[in-house]
Every structure is written in structure tokens, then in C-alpha cells.
């Protein structure tokens, strides 16, 4: 098997894991701790919070707004540690969520799936595309919908190499989860010239 294969393996594996998760969030977190990419929980780094003055033609319907309501916006990368994961584009329905909710994610690095986590969140993919060679390994976008069925976001993900670039023998992936096999691991290590 090449690198070249390995790796689109190993992004199908991430995209079917994402299809199959509640949250992205979640998702992420399960998959590097199951290959040892980085330590802590999930955080973002905003990068825009405002009111969109014009929303893309492709979000109006999905999020089936009342009479009333309006569309918020945050992008953000998320993050594990110092390791970048995605990037995400989020057009939510404030009105759809307490007001302790929009205070967090208008003034903290919460995630958005962190932060509605109490409305029991659920993604539906609504489009994904693989693409193992360009600076995004995948891309999705999904529909977040409470517990209760009600539409609260939109969301455009762009998942970022660093996921799948790991050594991908799993006795590697033991090592990085086992500080004493590393050590024995780099003890056995020869250099030649």
C-alpha cells in the first residue's frame, strides 16, 4: 500500500466517523485519542463572530427561519493543544438557543457543539467531498438539528491534514499513548553514517 493510499484511507475512515457522529466535535476528540494526535480537549480560535447582513442562498432553507428570526455567524478553527484539526464556517438561529448559549459563543473558545450540548445536537451531512491532495482533506457540510428535531445551524467544515498525517503503524500509535514504550522505542534507535 502507498503513503498516497494509506492517507485517502485513512480520510474515507474520518469522513464515515464523521457521517456516523452526533457532533464533529466529539468526533474529533474520539479520533485523536485513538491516534495520539495531541492531549487536552477541543477548543477553537474565533476568527469572525457578527449578524450577516447577507446570508448564502444555500443556508435560508436549511435552517427553515420563522417570522422573526435571524442567522447568526462564527468561523472558527478548531484545535487540539497547538495542533490545528478544521476549520468551520457556522450559521446558527440564535433564537433557537438559550441566552447563556449565545453569551458563550459571543464571548468565549467554547465549541459550538460544546456549547449546545444540553439541546442533545445531531449533524446530517448534507455534502461532502474528499480531496487528499489540496490543503483541506475534506470538506462537509452539515445541518445541526436539537434533539427535538428544530434546525439550529449550518455549518462548512474544512478538515486539515494534520488528522491523517500520523505514522499510520499502530504499534506507532500504542508508543504515543505510552511514554515508557517511546523511550524504549527511541533507546533501540541507530544511527549510521
Known amino acids: 500500500m502507498t503513503a498516497s493510499t494509506d492517507m485517502n484511507s485513512l ?6 466517523r464523521l457521517i456516523a457522529g452526533a457532533t464533529a466535535t466529539g468526533t474529533l476528540l474520539a479520533w485523536c485519542e485513538e491516534h495520539g494526535l495531541s492531549d487536552g480537549p477541543i477548543t477553537v480560535d474565533v476568527r469572525q463572530r457578527f449578524a450577516p ?10 435552517l427553515e427561519l420563522n417570522p422573526g ?13 497547538a495542533l490545528p484539526l478544521a476549520t468551520a464556517e457556522n450559521w446558527f438561529v440564535p433564537q433557537r438557543l438559550t441566552a447563556a448559549m449565545n453569551k458563550a459563543l459571543n464571548t468565549t473558545e467554547t ?5 449546545i450540548a ?3 445536537p445531531v449533524r446530517r451531512i448534507l455534502a461532502a467531498a474528499i480531496q487528499p491532495q489540496s490543503g483541506i482533506i475534506l470538506e462537509q457540510v452539515a445541518l445541526v ?12 467544515e474544512g478538515y486539515l491534514p494534520d488528522l491523517v498525517s500520523f505514522d499510520q503503524a499502530p504499534a506507532l500509535w500504542q508508543r504515543a499513548r505510552d511514554p515508557r514504550a517511546e523511550r524504549s522505542a527511541m ?3 541507530r544511527f549510521t553514517r
Open 11 to 16: 480520510v474515507w475512515a474520518l469522513n464515515t
Open 118 to 120: 444540553p439541546l442533545r
Open 111 to 115: 465549541p459550538f457543539a460544546t456549547v
Open 53 to 62: 447582513a447577507l446570508v448564502p442562498d444555500d443556508i435560508l432553507p436549511a
Open 187 to 189: 533507546q533501540s534507535v
Open 145 to 156: 438539528r436539537s434533539g427535538s428535531g428544530a434546525a439550529l445551524a449550518l455549518v462548512k
Open 69 to 81: 428570526e435571524t442567522i447568526d455567524y462564527r468561523q472558527v478553527q478548531l484545535m487540539r493543544g
